[in-house]
């Protein structure tokens, strides 16, 4: 198992940029997150997903956009890019309700 | 929603030494407590975990215990090694496992 797998490691964007960073996971999980970290202030959540079709936003969801279309992929959309958005984005999985979530490697993201 | 606060924000230890961590929680439907360290560079690591069922869980040198009623769990690190030198994250979680991080401890370990 590769477990909770992110792309890309690093990424520089302009400012009113999109893109959408990738995190895929082998291990038949149903819950998956999306975190930011910022220094000084832990984990944010994003937005996450009990399942397939199922999504809904965390602490953080404005600017972000996301979707799950299968169990195992779970994309986070950046649609304007700014320099607020400038973070390390890790994605996490669990399998169950009250399990340990498994986190990727994480995207460093710097707009500029 | 919930808020978690974790203190102190740094630890300095000696090695050999013991660490401690304490954390508070707001929403009392939290029935989930992990915990996570995080190395320089890496992803977040599940070390322990506690539900509120239980009062104190041990694994080794580790061990985290819970007040419900007080709203607040702590990590314990015994015999501290250089290793153990990371960022560790407390978190809380009621039904649907939205987890709320604590702020993180940073912890050295001197040699």
């Known amino acids: 198992n590769a477990g909770v797998t992110q792309t890309p490691k690093f990424q520089v964007l302009k400012t009113g940029q999109s893109m959408t960073l990738q995190c895929a996971q082998d291990?038949?999980?149903?819950?998956m997150s999306w975190y930011r970290q910022d220094p000084g202030m832990g984990l944010r959540l994003i937005h996450y997903?009990?399942?397939?079709?199922?999504?809904d936003q965390g602490e953080v969801p404005n600017g972000y956009n996301v979707s799950r279309s299968t169990t195992e992929d779970f994309p986070l959309r950046l649609l304007s890019a700014a320099p607020s958005q400038t973070s390390v984005y890790f994605c996490?999985?669990?399998?169950?309700?009250?399990?340990?979530?498994?986190f990727g490697s994480g995207t460093r993201l710097t707009v500029v | 929603g919930e808020n978690v606060e974790q203190h102190p924000s740094t630890l300095s230890v000696q090695e050999g030494d013991s660490a401690v961590i304490k954390c508070t929680y707001s929403?009392?439907?939290?029935?989930?407590f992990p915990w996570y360290k995080q190395e320089l560079g890496k992803g977040p690591q599940l070390i322990i975990d506690?539900?509120?069922?239980?009062g104190e869980k041990k694994d080794q040198r580790i061990a985290v215990t819970l007040n419900k009623t007080a709203k607040h769990f702590s990590l314990h690190i015994t015999e501290t090694q250089p290793e153990d030198s990371a960022v560790y994250f407390c978190a809380a979680a009621a039904a649907g496992n939205k987890l709320t991080f604590g702020g993180g401890t940073r912890v050295l370990v001197k040699p």
């Open positions: 929403d009392s439907a939290s029935n989930y």
């Open positions: 997903s009990v399942g397939a079709g199922i999504t």
């Open positions: 291990m038949n999980h149903e819950y």
């Open positions: 506690i539900r509120s069922n239980v």
């Open positions: 996490a999985s669990s399998l169950t309700d009250g399990g340990g979530y498994t």
